[in-house]
């Protein structure tokens, strides 16, 4: 585990090839074991793992179950998402129904001893006509949480139905609006994920949270700035890239935790290409190149995805993925990888 940034790896699932509903428990936990040997956390049922685009509440709370199992049982760092997917997408909401599906689903991650990481809420974004709605609603959450949890900021490029999140399109106003909720309540908050894809943000966000309270980049285009920081201040991370570079992640960060900033660098700044290539636009359909990075690695035997995903990206999409993965060192096997490209294009 790395002693300098706290690091988390959102997770992907593991599809059954015989069924593209139905998920692959045992590939699904040891991707999940592998993740913990290399020193990295689990942010487990969060948007890399299909939340809401494939994997449904019934699933994801299974999948919170057995991953903290597993994680108890390692003490590998875990932290699990809670939001409010159980709602209808398309019935009526109140901003109570939101409360209520909060509170269902971050107490059970917390009867099973989990950290919570409160997921933005579509529900909340339908139901909210201002900032005001949203200090309620994560106000009466925050109160009623057991240990301090970990707040969810994500971009509309990640999913639009999270435009005008914390009550306002304006980036400048939101942001004050979910400082405003973080300090009101700093000592129920581990911290804050952002994926706004804007380090100058972040940065600017970070320098104004309250003692103690961690960021946490969700910047897939700027993390290895974000994580080594400028002038005494960084960010940790809780990143979906993590789970595709995991090996290269690890290696990097074990060698800040050295203090050897030039061996972190020579690591992780040759992902990022790769990561711009698998985040880019749709950026929505980044899940897929982290599983056909999981599928090229040989930790599943299969290329398929909940709901037909896998079908997101074009097939020049992932050829220039895997010319880029082999630039960044990120390919376990060369000649396996080469092999199971084939087997795709076939």
């Known amino acids: 585990m790395s002693t300098s940034?706290?690091?988390?790896?959102?997770?992907?699932?593991?599809?059954d090839p015989q069924s593209p509903t139905e998920i692959d428990w045992e590939a699904t936990l040891a991707y999940r074991r592998y993740l913990w040997s290399l020193g990295l956390g689990v942010a487990e049922a969060m948007d890399t793992a299909q939340r809401g685009m494939g994997l449904d509440w019934p699933q994801a709370r299974e999948l919170i179950g057995r991953s903290l199992a597993e994680a108890h049982a390692v003490r590998g760092l875990i932290a699990c998402g809670a939001g409010t997917d159980q709602l209808s997408p398309d019935a009526p909401v109140t901003l109570d129904d939101v409360e209520r599906a909060y509170a269902e689903q971050v107490g059970y991650v917390e009867e099973q001893g989990g950290r919570v990481i409160l997921m933005a809420s579509r529900a909340l974004a339908r139901a909210a006509r201002s900032p005001d709605d949203y200090a309620r609603v994560y106000g009466t959450i925050l109160r009623q949480a057991r240990q301090p949890v970990?707040?969810?900021?994500?971009?509309?490029?990640?999913?639009?139905?999270?435009?005008?999140y914390w009550g306002s399109r304006d980036l400048g106003r939101a942001m004050e609006a979910c400082l405003g909720i973080i300090d009101e309540h700093r000592a129920n908050v581990d911290g804050i994920k952002i994926s706004l894809l804007?380090?100058?943000?972040?940065?600017?966000?970070?320098?104004?949270?309250?003692?103690?309270?961690?960021?946490?980049?969700?910047?897939?285009?700027?993390?290895?700035?974000?994580?080594?920081?400028?002038?005494?201040?960084?960010?940790?991370?809780?990143?979906?890239?993590?789970?595709?570079?995991?090996?290269?992640?690890?290696?990097?960060?074990?060698?800040?935790?050295?203090?050897?900033?030039?061996?972190?660098?020579?690591?992780?700044?040759?992902?990022?290409?790769?990561?711009?290539?698998?985040?880019?636009?749709?950026?929505?359909?980044?899940?897929?190149?982290?599983?056909?990075?999981?599928?090229?690695?040989?930790?599943?035997?299969?290329?398929?995805?909940?709901?037909?995903?896998?079908?997101?990206?074009?097939?020049?999409?992932?050829?220039e993925l895997f010319r880029l993965a082999d630039a960044a060192g990120v390919l376990a096997d060369r000649e396996r990888a080469a092999e199971r490209m084939g087997r795709v294009f076939d």
């Open 5 to 15: 940034r706290v690091a988390y790896a959102a997770a992907h699932v593991v599809c």
């Open 150 to 164: 970990i707040l969810h900021w994500l971009g509309e490029m990640f999913d639009p139905r999270l435009a005008g």
């Open 198 to 319: 804007d380090p100058e943000r972040e940065v600017a966000m970070r320098r104004r949270l309250p003692a103690g309270v961690r960021m946490y980049t969700g910047d897939d285009f700027h993390y290895d700035r974000l994580i080594l920081g400028e002038d005494g201040a960084h960010s940790d991370a809780l990143l979906g890239i993590f789970d595709a570079i995991a090996p290269v992640a690890a290696a990097a960060l074990r060698a800040l935790d050295g203090g050897d900033v030039a061996g972190y660098r020579a690591a992780l700044e040759p992902t990022v290409p790769l990561s711009r290539h698998i985040f880019e636009p749709p950026t929505h359909a980044y899940k897929t190149g982290v599983v056909f990075l999981a599928y090229l690695n040989g930790h599943q035997s299969h290329f398929r995805m909940l709901a037909g995903a896998e079908g997101a990206r074009s097939r020049q999409h992932l050829t």
